[in-house]
């Protein structure tokens, strides 16, 4: 009877140890999780914390040149979109401080219509404030419609070695009729309406529909065309492969008359504007996507798998 008494204690104070192991487990691992997200608190603090710093330029006093980046490919959803373009150059022309406003642009190119909208905003921003000169800097690269939107500048200056032009339109796809003959797939499109299925990947070109493309591709370069002759004007020459669709270095491009210098950011506001303190008006992502673009949703979904499985545990 004894034995059996000291071997329920036994029992007894190992479940409780164990107990107190297991509890001891829990509360340090969400010790840990409250620390972690502590920390990703202090960070976002800090982040923000730095990014107003940046912004706080916009406050800067005395005379200025005020810069706007256009960065990346040009589309409705990125940071250089026409809504986030457009607002920070109307900030820029706004400032009374303004010296000049330099586009600095780095961009491959994009949608006809967002590269247009901005150019007509800056044709109407110049004629709105005619004393505020804009100067369009490229670096590394300027093709298409981001060159669609330099053509709206006083004056473009680049680097010898950026690629500059590419005025011209495409549009790319695939056809899979071969492949899928091989492989014997049947497409079966059915559609109300003669052209519903326009340029459809699946079926065989239309020789009307190549046609009706072209002709709107045609179109289209010939609008661009025209906006580079308007903005360009006497400065172009007269080269029969300027409006191929060939892109030039730099220097080349200066040389047919699509820039008109070299120079940077710092050196047009220093010497051409004459107004070295240059303040930032690019519009930046909110403080949310920035995070989101950094640390990756990968971050984020430990944080939720780590908070539900302890929650699972403590059921």
């Not at 809504?83 to 022309?93: D, G, M, N, P, V």
Request: aromatic share 10%.
């Amino acid at each position: 009877m004894a034995q059996e008494e000291k071997n329920w204690e036994r029992e007894t104070l190992e479940k409780l140890a164990f107990a107190a192991l297991k509890e001891q487990t829990r509360a340090r691992r969400w010790g840990i999780f409250f620390k972690l997200l502590a920390f990703a608190y202090l960070a976002f603090l800090l982040l923000m914390l730095f990014e107003w710093r940046g912004d706080g330029d916009l406050m800067a006093e005395g005379k200025h040149t005020a810069l706007v980046e256009l960065e990346g490919v040009i589309d409705a959803k990125g940071d250089a979109s026409a809504e986030k373009i457009t607002s920070a150059l109307q900030s820029a022309f706004k400032d009374k401080n303004t010296q000049g406003v330099i586009l600095r642009i780095n961009s491959p190119g994009g949608s006809p219509v967002q590269s247009g909208i901005i150019n007509d905003e800056v044709r109407r921003l110049r004629g709105l404030y005619p004393n505020t000169p804009l100067y369009a800097v490229v670096e590394d690269i300027c093709a298409s419609g981001g060159y669609f939107v330099a053509a709206s500048a006083d004056k473009i200056y680049v680097n010898k070695a950026s690629l500059v032009g590419s005025i011209g339109v495409l549009m790319d796809g695939f056809g899979f009729t071969g492949g899928m003959e091989k492989l014997g797939i049947e497409r079966r499109l059915l559609t109300a309406g003669e052209n519903k299925g326009f340029m459809d990947p699946f079926s065989p070109v239309d020789p009307k529909q190549k046609e009706y493309a072209l002709s709107m591709l045609d179109d289209i370069h010939q609008q661009f065309i025209a906006v580079v002759k308007q903005g360009r004007g006497k400065r172009l020459k007269d080269d029969p492969e300027l409006f191929s669709g060939l892109v030039w270095t730099g220097r080349k491009a200066v040389e047919l008359g699509l820039a008109d210098g070299y120079g940077s950011v710092e050196s047009v506001a220093r010497d051409v504007i004459k107004a070295e303190n240059i303040v930032d008006y690019t519009e930046k992502s909110n403080p949310v996507e920035r995070i989101a673009k950094r640390f990756g949703a990968a971050a984020a979904k430990s944080f939720a798998d780590f908070a539900l499985r302890e929650s699972v545990r403590l059921r």
